[in-house]
């Protein structure tokens, strides 16, 4: 038998060692995402507005109390964010308290500069230090809160897809239909029969195992390979399976286990309740800073639903949706409907950093 990492074992100790590590760093003061500066400096901007409110007379006046506000508190939010950034790792390894008290600090320090830059410009004579320093420390502490509470919005999300996913891949029928197709390929095609059986094995190796924050999309691309070699046997030619991989977009981090509920949906909705089987295809492409994963597959005619194949609820994508936002908020997007006939789910994601590379020519060939 030919050795494969399907067959091999990883260290145990090393593995909890590392997962623990891991999961020790899901990082609070993560701010350097567009989406949380974005949010940020919007939260600071409304809560000035409302301030420039009292003492205004007219529009023009609360606009113009605005704009010099702005132009003292907006720089300092901007180094606030840049220095929760920066300090994300040293600020982790304090308790929760401890974080409060680091933002509320570097509020007022930040308050205190936005001071200091309107005294510095001569637009007040007698700097407001001490309501400046308080209103930094107030507005941070409720900015440490939120990206509290988005860090640990990852733990549940990721716990439960992992539960939804492993439930997914040892569901009876799909464990039996592959164990009964390997049987019934022991004799006449052992070769075929190893094969399909090294597929399940990572399957549930994959589900099994303790995952991080990321993987790479070359990573999910493989084992969606695998979910799909397992359900070409049981299908045969009534599958029919198109890949199209960009191997510039390999790199491209994701949650794990994201894909293959996507194919497995496709499967089952699209190829599974059609007597003629259907066609799925699975594209990676990089276009400008941007990835494209587009899982495209066709839909059974009207009345072809069998009884034993309930329509989906949606819930696989949703749970994919979250997952995705928590990862990489605004720059992360997910849209799933019916296109020109077929059912398309198209996911974008930021670029990896080694996608400057020249172009290549994608990858483009049938399932195996």
Wanted: overall charge positive; charged content about 15%; aromatic content about 4%.
């Amino acid at each position: 038998m030919q050795e494969t990492q399907i067959l091999s074992t990883l260290p145990g100790p090393q593995r909890t060692r590392r997962t623990d590590a891991s999961a020790s760093r899901a990082l609070v003061f993560d701010a350097c995402h567009a989406g949380v500066v974005l949010r940020a400096v919007l939260f600071v901007e409304t809560a000035l507005a409302v301030g420039a409110l009292f003492g205004a007379g007219s529009p023009s006046e609360w606009l113009a109390r605005l704009a010099v506000l702005t132009g003292g508190a907006l720089p300092a939010t901007l180094a606030w964010l840049i220095a929760g950034c920066i300090l994300k790792k040293l600020l982790q390894r304090l308790p929760t308290t401890g974080q409060y008290a680091a933002g509320v600090l570097l509020g007022a320090l930040a308050g205190l500069w936005a001071c200091g830059m309107l005294a510095l410009v001569g637009v007040t004579l007698e700097p407001p230090w001490l309501a400046s320093a308080a209103s930094g420390a107030l507005l941070s502490a409720l900015l440490v809160a939120a990206l509290v509470l988005r860090a640990r919005g990852r733990t549940p999300a990721a716990t439960a897809a992992r539960l939804t996913e492993l439930q997914s891949r040892i569901r009876p029928h799909f464990l039996f239909n592959t164990l009964n197709s390997a049987i019934a390929l022991v004799r006449a095609e052992p070769a075929k029969a190893e094969a399909l059986l090294e597929d399940l094995s990572d399957l549930f190796r994959s589900a099994l195992r303790e995952q991080g924050e990321t993987v790479t999309l070359a990573e999910e691309i493989q084992l969606a390979r695998r979910y799909l070699a397992i359900e070409q046997v049981r299908f045969g030619d009534r599958l029919q399976v198109h890949w199209q991989i960009d191997p510039r977009t390999d790199a491209a981090l994701l949650p794990p286990l994201l894909l293959q509920p996507l194919v497995e949906n496709a499967v089952k909705h699209g190829v599974e309740p059609c007597p003629h089987g259907g066609r799925l295809q699975v594209l990676t492409a990089l276009r400008g800073s941007r990835v494209v994963v587009r899982i495209t597959n066709t839909l059974p005619e009207p009345g072809q639903h069998a009884p034993a194949t309930p329509r989906g609820h949606g819930i696989a994508l949703a749970n994919v949706r979250a997952r995705l936002a928590l990862l990489h908020d605004v720059q992360g997007e997910f849209s799933a409907g019916v296109q020109e006939g077929l059912y398309q789910v198209r996911i974008t994601l930021p670029a990896p950093p080694a996608s400057a590379t020249p172009a290549r020519t994608p990858h483009e060939h049938p399932d195996r």
